[in-house]
């Protein structure tokens, strides 16, 4: 595969990101251990990523050059196989190539008629019996590495706060976003637009953790962008219930952002809204939204602020009906 | 505009975000006010939002959709103008359209040569005179309550951890991720170099935040994925500093994922991974990184464990380079 | 439909793809037909891409600059229609319009429910005879071309690389993409401006490896579309150099499609078309073309039927321009 590398692929001085590269090379590596799978009888399968062994980024790559990624079926044990990845990257303009990244995954067929079924993986010919042997040396090793990791993972302590549900805390949700080239305007500012649909994404996130039911956005209460936020910036969206009616919810969302480059001087908050969210059947029928629990006299303050702007709006709801438009 | 809407603007049953909508609502304004405020001499400049009024989202629109999008400009003041904006959906397939959404934006016209020199409006026309009162009326309301917001978005405590810059504490990050469509395989799990991105993502915004330079994924250890994350979860990934070389900063990543639907049964941790991160100068050269401020004891063996790990892959590099290839 | 070009639009000095454009111009051909072929009783449908005629881009567009789109149903058939579209550029800080292109596209209706089953286009009135009758001839011109195509398209042998440079094997470039969902129809088939995209940019890389240089796309030949691609198909775009004139590169892009799943029985040829691109100076002025070096006969035979193209292209150009529009 040969893809050119985009300005969104990149950060403000044209380095792609790692994670892009990382994407491309799992892609190629499904595509090859997929294809491969299905090359014998037997349900269809796809492969799933089991495993990437330790990745090196050799050179940067940059906005502009062609990543050429090429992948190969290095070992196959009866269910699982590694794919070795190379990218290279191309500057097409003075047609100079280097090596970029270099990767080794492990990948195992699912079947799509029965995903927790796993299928035997066809063998492939090996060009000598040491290339063989080295092969079952990387399995054998990776498959012992799997097992220690897996039993250190579920000891870790989640770093998630424990609340009860249907608390505030429970459902409150941040998100951080890097402002990249296609957010911004000529001005190298953020759309506004950019902005209220990442406040939106929280928002939702936030009454479908309170619910745990289809929710859309009802209404957005006026949002006033008080400072421009400008491109390379971190935005840290945080969404928090403050009230609960009988059939909605109305979630406070916070935008801050911060320069990446001129540390604590560059922090400001950059806008507030407040999101009302209604839960739907599969009907789109609206649907009782569980009671918020509130903690504290913050909350509770909170939420009779929220109840208030909730009585103006049926308010004026009520008379925007009664009155011809 | 006329949009179709794809998979990737909807939620799991198909409704689209609000944020999708909020987005080409304010695109559709920037066109017009911009190109309005364009038609008079003096400097070039560009429509940057100020507010956006209460919307209301009348009725919810689905995947495969059409939006028709259209905005007009109400009023002008001397330094802002108001466009108000419709948003129709027509099912092309039964000819049937709703209206979906009506919202009102204040713009202002900010200089390209100084972005903080903001414009003069050239005047419209109006019908009648009540229609200019009433624009007027509109302006003295929203320039009130502008004002009011601004007094309180200030005074509003930060949720962010006060922590001392170089702590551990400080350049913690974390995203949340709400997975699409175009994430996941044919069979709804989320492809892993999907994964393996947010990881790339939430380490970089750490290491920035640490040293507050450019900053570049060195490496990344093996990651192993011990179970399949499904459409429909939200990520949560976390990244944090557990070591720092004289030249290279080492950043666990940790994604727990959770279904919406299902509520706590499903929490589970997902993956978790070691990146490595180094900082560059202008000339792509590597600088010096800041030392770490360790607190606490857990902070101290993670601290311990990732100098472990740092000689370990030196170690490695150093055999690597010294044996033929 | 109005859209802002974005940086992720353009190529390194702002010039937005071809390819962009061309998907514009196909979701508002389907629009519009989709839209016509459902105004009467029987199956709900959908307009599938058969056929673009030879599209010329007559100015370049910018990042930044609107794209306006229109698109218009000039002729139907009992099972095709015809839809002229037309894309004007605007800048609007300066207010200047400039046609980007015109386009016509021929679409098919596919029933909802059986996709194999073709469904009658309710007819159009025409303002006259005359014209009636020109879309007659248009279509009947096509049908033809359409039958030539399908016979030829199969007997196409994939080269050899080579690496001295201005070969047809050292700009030789293909890119691998997996289908999904938001490349999507509701069908579950690949929309036609996905393809045209992926095809374009494979040309542009083709181009700038052969000149080193800023370059950008003509025009492109008509493109038939003869048979669908579904979801999770893989779909292999090549490139290879056909031509060169003074000014100009003809590009032959190939599509093949590939399931995944149902390995060699799946593939086959898609889609292939002939893209002409220019090599711009920083003034956005035409350059000189490296001289083609030709290896072998079967590249000696593609370049004089290349020629031949050429040659022809220039007749009805010079054609055009001597006749009033």
Same mark, same amino acid.
């Given at each position: 595969?040969?893809l050119? #590398? ?9 380095n792609?990101?790692? !994670? ?5 090379i ?9 294809? =491969? ?7 269809? %399968? ?7 062994? &330790? ?36 500057n ?9 990244? /270099? *990767? ?12 927790d /079924?796993? #299928? ?7 060009a000598?019996? @040491?290339?063989?042997?080295? !092969? ?43 402002? !990249?080239?296609?957010? +911004? ?8 637009g950019?902005t209220?649909?990442? #406040? ?9 953790? =309170? +619910? ?9 209460? *006026?949002?006033?962008?008080?400072? &421009?936020i400008k491109k390379? %910036? ?10 609960v009616?009988?059939?909605?919810? @109305? ?28 839960s739907?059947?599969k !009907? ?8 918020? /629990? ?9 939420? @009779? ?8 709006? /049926?308010?004026?709801? #009520? *008379?925007?009906q009664?009155?011809?438009?």
């Amino acid at each position: 595969a040969n893809l050119i #590398m985009r300005p969104d692929d990149a950060n403000i001085v044209g380095n792609v990101h790692g !994670g892009i590269i990382l994407k491309m090379i799992e892609e190629a590596g499904c595509i090859v251990s997929t294809r =491969h799978c299905n090359t014998q009888e037997g349900d269809r %399968c796809l492969a799933v990523l089991a495993r990437v062994e &330790k990745t090196e980024f050799l050179s940067p790559m940059f906005i502009g050059e062609v990543a050429h990624v090429t992948a190969d079926i290095t070992y196959t044990s009866t269910h699982s196989l590694e794919v070795q990845v190379k990218v290279v990257a191309e500057n097409i303009l003075t047609g100079a190539k280097k090596l970029s990244n /270099k *990767a080794a995954l492990w990948y195992v067929p699912c079947s799509l008629k029965n995903v927790d /079924k796993i #299928m035997e993986v066809p063998p492939i010919k090996y060009a000598s019996a @040491e290339q063989e042997e080295e !092969g079952r040396k990387r399995y054998d090793a990776q498959k012992l590495e799997r097992l220690e990791t897996k039993a250190r993972i579920e000891e870790v302590v989640p770093p998630q706060p424990n609340s009860e549900q249907h608390t505030v805390g429970f459902s409150q949700s941040s998100l951080i976003h890097l402002v !990249g080239p296609s957010d +911004c305007t000529l001005h190298d500012y953020v759309h506004g637009g950019v902005t209220m649909k990442l #406040m939106d994404e929280v928002a939702g996130i936030v009454a479908a953790r =309170h +619910c745990n039911t289809n929710i859309v956005t009802a209404s957005v209460d *006026a949002i006033n962008f008080h400072r &421009k936020i400008k491109k390379g %910036c971190v935005l840290t969206v945080t969404g928090r219930l403050t009230f609960v009616s009988n059939k909605s919810m @109305e979630i406070e969302v916070i935008v801050d952002a911060t320069s990446l480059v001129e540390a604590e001087k560059g922090k400001y908050r950059a806008v507030s809204a407040f999101f009302t969210f209604i839960s739907l059947d599969k !009907g789109n029928k609206p649907l009782p939204v569980p009671v918020l /629990k509130i903690e504290g006299e913050d909350e509770q303050r909170r939420f @009779e602020e929220g109840n208030a702007r909730y009585l103006q709006r /049926k308010a004026k709801r #009520m *008379a925007a009906q009664g009155r011809p438009q």
